[in-house]
T-cell receptor, first 112, second 119 residues
């Protein structure tokens, strides 16, 4: 079984809809991250969480919110989706601050 | 702020040959980590190799090795004996070694190089 899972893997939604992307991990890591990947731009950090009570904005947090429901679960929400939020979204985890980040399989989100 | 530049949007290599992907970065820090990630068509981001800036020895992982030039702020990836399964997007990434502060958590990625392997 995969250590970091994301649901859904693909999603098409309409402008203005609320959508939640979910991430779960079985690695026992305390740190979790949400990234966005756009063609030609690499990955950019949206939010990160060092534990359940510690959530921080990343480089591009506008239009997004997150919830750390448990150590193993970190959800990303788009309260009112817009077309320029069409992208590939990755969740990642790490054990400690200096450890490698392990990525989930990604969620491809299309906003029409 | 740190920046990572991959100047080769696309490259190709003949199967069994060697290819080198380039990466340069800009930082004022003296201690940091550099990574190469592979993203095949499956979309999964896979760590290929990691280099600590305080180590002079270049990291190697089987057919993958790096040429780390700290003074030049250069971090290239060499793939030897290329295989069809090496075809993917390759991303260079930087992370500070600071334990506190705004940059201590963040991976900064380059825009990627798409590698094609020709049979």
């Amino acid at each position: 079984d995969a250590d970091v899972t994301q649901t859904p893997r693909n999603r098409i939604t309409k402008t203005g809809k609320r959508i939640m992307l979910e991430c779960s991990q079985t690695k026992g890591h305390d740190r979790m991250y949400w990234y966005r990947q756009d063609p030609g731009l690499g990955l950019r950090l949206i939010y990160y969480s060092f534990d359940v009570k510690d959530i921080n904005k990343g480089e591009i947090s506008d239009g997004y919110s997150v919830s750390r429901q448990a150590q193993a679960k970190f959800s990303l929400s788009l309260e009112s989706a817009i077309p320029n939020q069409t992208a590939l979204y990755f969740c990642a985890t790490s054990r400690g601050q200096l450890d490698e980040q392990y990525f989930g399989p990604g969620t491809r989100l299309t906003v029409t | 702020a740190q920046t990572v530049t991959q100047s080769q949007p696309e490259m190709s290599v003949q199967e069994a040959e060697t290819v080198t992907l380039s990466c340069t970065y800009d930082t004022s820090e003296s201690d940091y980590y550099l990574f190469w990630y592979k993203q095949p068509p499956s979309r999964q981001m896979i760590l290929v190799i990691r280099q600590e800036a305080y180590k002079q020895q270049n990291a190697t992982e089987n057919r993958f090795s790096v040429n780390f030039q700290k003074a030049a702020k250069s971090f290239s990836l060499k793939i030897s004996d290329s295989q069809l399964g090496d075809a993917a997007m390759y991303f260079c990434a930087y992370r500070s070694a600071l334990l506190v502060g705004a940059g201590s958590y963040q991976l900064t990625f380059g825009k990627g190089t798409k590698l094609s392997v020709i049979p």
